[in-house]
């Protein structure tokens, strides 16, 4: 037993030399994608999740940190991650030998085709360690645990991505909550004004300075704003019920509040010069990793290019009819096998060629990812100041357009002024405040934009 031991452990160590060769491409990571460089590992942003506070908005922090804890699809994506790292681990354990320990009893009749045998019951019983080990010659479960691993790793990174994509769903749905609710108001306003010019055109009426026609057109302009109502509150039922999806709770049960305020930041959004973004970029890290598994898996395909080693054994006991366990029924077998795709090579080099082609399927997709992520993050930026630009000059409108209507307010009152000026000025009062207030969720809605296309990674200085 003692010699069988000693040739078993040089055995192992014989076959771990021979093992520390793998075939296939070792992978490395790109350095860079054309003239951008992709030198940062990935890393979520830390203040990823805590962005939002420079919002001073306690409404938005408690929805973000309550759909952080309830949403169900980010608890999807966290079970994914356990998983894909037991998918791994189960990979990983392949290297090593595995065994089992058996217990078993026979019996049989006419074992063989002698005549001897004939009538003749034998019993039996066995028990011990049954052993079995790929000695992995050429690497194949090495790349096996490669690719699982990158995969368990792009299932992790797709995680915090579900969580950046969830805090941008949230924010984006309170902006239209909030937007719905301040387009609301402004429309009760809009009513309010459209009142006050109405009950001056029909005192003039009564006078007899005014003609019915006067007051049916300030009527159309008064249902034509009490018409907008019903499509205002339909958006903030459909905000409603977005909000409430992803808190995982009931519609109807939000208490935000009915004071219609947009946050805004108190500060810029600032761009540090030299950073490397692209290191928050879920997607873009997660199609590196998708590359990283495709090229191990070249690995596995064209290790059945070479034989494959294993060793079968027994350490126990076999006895008879009586179960008895000492040196006189103690057994042991060693069963060294080699198999070789030999006949068929041709298929072999097929599934190499599909890995191989899998591989710069994986490489193009995670170059075009790089390029989509650098134009994704310059277009919310700009787009972004755009709509700041746009909305301050709608601001600047608005308050033009309100003082415009109390003058042709004061005049046509006095006497002094034309009907359609003051019909005129309440039509633009009305498409500049309700464009402001379309202008202010957009604004929040493209700031949102900026924290998702930048991974929650861009600083607020």
Known sequence: MRKLLNHSALALIVAASLSACAVGPDYQTPANVADISFSSP??????AQSWWQAFDDATLN??????????????????NV???????????NDLLPKGTLDAGYQASENGTVSPLDDGVISRGYSTGANLSWDLDLFGKIRRATEAAEANAQQADILWHDAQVQLISQVA???GEYRGAQLRLVVAEQNLQNLQQSRAIVLSRLEAGMASELELAQIDVQFHQVQAAVPAYRVALLT?????????????????????????????????????????????????????????AEIGVA????YPNVSVRGFLGFL??????????????????ALSWQAADLGSVKARIRSAEASSQMALAQFEQQVFNAINEMQLSLSSYNLSREQQLSTELQWQASNKAVQIARQRYN?????????????RELLRSRDQLAQLQQQSFSRLVGIYRSFGGGIQLI
């Open 172 to 174: 984006t749905s309170y």
């Open 414 to 426: 006095a006497g002094s002024g034309e009907f359609l000026d003051l019909l005129d000025a309440e």
């Open 62 to 79: 408690q929805l973000i940190s309550r759909a952080l804890a309830e949403n169900r699809t980010l608890a999807q994506a966290r079970a």
């Open 302 to 305: 064209t290790a059945d290019l």
């Open 239 to 295: 905000a409603d019920a977005t909000l409430s999806a992803l808190l995982a709770q009931q519609p109807g049960k939000l208490r935000l509040g009915a004071v219609p305020h947009l946050p805004e930041l108190k500060q810029p959004v600032a761009v540090v010069a030299g950073e490397n973004y692209l290191r928050y970029r879920a997607d873009v890290a997660s199609a590196e990793r998708v590359l990283a598994a495709r090229t």
């Open 319 to 336: 006895s008879g009819p009586g179960l008895t366990l000492g040196s006189d029924t103690q057994s042991w077998s060693v069963a060294p």
């Open 82 to 92: 356990d998983r894909a790292y037991a998918v791994f681990r189960d990979a990983n």
């Open 42 to 47: 990935y890393q979520q942003a830390q203040q």
